[in-house]
């Protein structure tokens, strides 16, 4: 499918819900302020972009290329990143909200996870390696055959991760959070 390019436009207060986003290969672009919750975004690209304040949940990215992007302060509830084009995939979010979201086999190494709520994400078979997870909320997050080694969970909270299961070679963790590691044995940690 060719797709036209759009370039350098900025959409704000735009409620994509009602009226379409047009499919075309989005080239940096900027979001701001966008609603967008359980639109079809499918076979969309989008290289260099911003998406800052916007509403992303149970929106359908299948097929979408996600190629340096950038989420500030967004909702992405329910959103199957695994269904995105696995080729050059490649965000950054800070203050996001991707509770129940799917990362299963993506590729996420050097990703920055900054300040997320991400309860009940799955992490199943991704590659985690060299990413961080600064100040984020990971409880019930799943992480099965996940590799997450040298990542930095050493801000990161609620995390439960089995080190039998997954990869953690020179992974970082604090102190504190040692505590997620030990939760498959059933023992008691008194402080």
Not at 7 to 29: G, Q, R, S, V
Not at 96 to 118: P, R
Not at 133 to 157: Q, R, V, Y
């Amino acid at each position: 499918m060719n797709l036209n390019t759009i370039e350098d436009k900025n959409f704000k207060n735009h409620n994509f819900t009602e009226n379409k986003l047009t499919k075309a290969c989005y080239f940096d672009c900027k979001f701001e302020n966008c609603n967008f919750s359980n639109s079809d975004l499918s076979h969309i690209t989008f290289i260099d972009c911003d998406f800052i304040n916007s509403d992303l949940s149970l929106v359908n990215i299948t097929n979408t290329s996600l190629q340096n992007i950038s989420f500030r302060n967004c909702k992405l509830l329910g959103l199957h990143f695994d269904n995105c084009v696995g080729i050059l995939f490649s965000i950054d979010l800070q203050e996001c909200i991707l509770n129940l979201s799917s990362f299963y086999k993506c590729n996420l190494k050097k990703t920055i996870f900054s300040n997320c709520k991400l309860a009940e994400v799955d992490f199943t078979e991704a590659d985690l390696t060299d990413a961080r997870f600064d100040l984020c909320d990971l409880s019930g997050a799943i992480f099965d055959n996940t590799i997450i080694e040298k990542a930095d969970f050493t801000t990161a909270n609620n995390y439960s991760i089995d080190p039998n299961r997954n990869k953690i070679k020179k992974a970082k963790f604090s102190l504190n959070g040692v505590v997620g590691l030990l939760n498959n044995y059933d023992i008691q940690i008194e402080l």
